[in-house]
């Protein structure tokens, strides 16, 4: 993808066009703002639902309005600060402002492209693959740094991990500790928003099998 910043083709006027930047929380945005008048922050397509402000008395210049836009007064303003927008969608973007002698702008955050949806059916698929010993398109190896899980006689030690966008798919050796047979179930070793498959249907008393869990994971 390129730079995290395109210009809209929306005119302000007929020589002006709307300087559009994408929301990156991992970043800092360093913009200025006019010592005049009113300078819009707003959200296209999502609305600022919280602010906050650096230092605290930056308040009295800075007005977050019920509409989801946040209004700047530049004109008092002598030094940079810093001002973090929480969207409706809980994105955040961090700016770091500055007045300068220039005509009034708004600036206009962007949320980065969404992810196509995943189904219950993309998720049963790609388990099945990594059971095959097929490592679906898109998951690439990453570290693994699971933690061992434990629960009714059985240990799943956790070998190997593959990410795509949002998800991970951990490969867990797991042993009984039983003296008799066991169904195998995935919910004994799983926690609540992760989908499981294993190998087999059932242990014999010490065998061992392979397990695999997805995980969803935040942005």
């Not at 390129?2 to 809209?8: S, T, V």
């Not at 930047?21 to 397509?45: A, C, F, M, Q, W």
Request: proline share 5%.
């Amino acid at each position: 993808m390129f730079r995290k910043f395109m210009l809209l083709t929306t005119l302000l006027s007929s020589e002006c066009l709307i300087a559009a930047h994408e929301i990156d929380p991992s970043t800092v945005l360093k913009l200025p703002i006019s010592n005049k008048g009113l300078t819009r922050v707003s959200v296209d397509k999502d609305i600022i639902q919280d602010i906050f402000a650096y230092p605290g008395d930056m308040e009295e210049y800075i007005k977050l309005h019920g509409s989801g836009h946040v209004f700047i007064a530049g004109e008092g303003i002598k030094k940079p600060f810093s001002l973090t927008v929480i969207t409706r969608a809980g994105l955040t973007q961090d700016l770091e402002l500055s007045t300068a002698s220039m005509a009034s702008s708004p600036i206009i955050l962007v949320s980065p492209e969404v992810l196509p949806s995943v189904t219950e059916e993309d998720i049963r698929g790609w388990l099945i693959d990594f059971s095959k010993g097929f490592v679906p398109q898109g998951f690439k190896h990453i570290e693994c740094l699971k933690k061992v899980r434990r629960g009714e006689s059985l240990e799943a030690v956790p070998f190997k991990t593959w990410r795509r966008d949002f998800y991970e798919v951990t490969l867990y050796r797991v042993t009984s500790s039983s003296s008799e047979a066991l169904m195998l179930n995935p919910e004994r070793l799983t926690h609540s928003g992760e989908a499981a498959l294993f190998a087999q249907s059932s242990l014999n008393p010490h065998e061992s099998t392979n397990l695999f869990i997805i995980t969803k994971k935040k942005a």
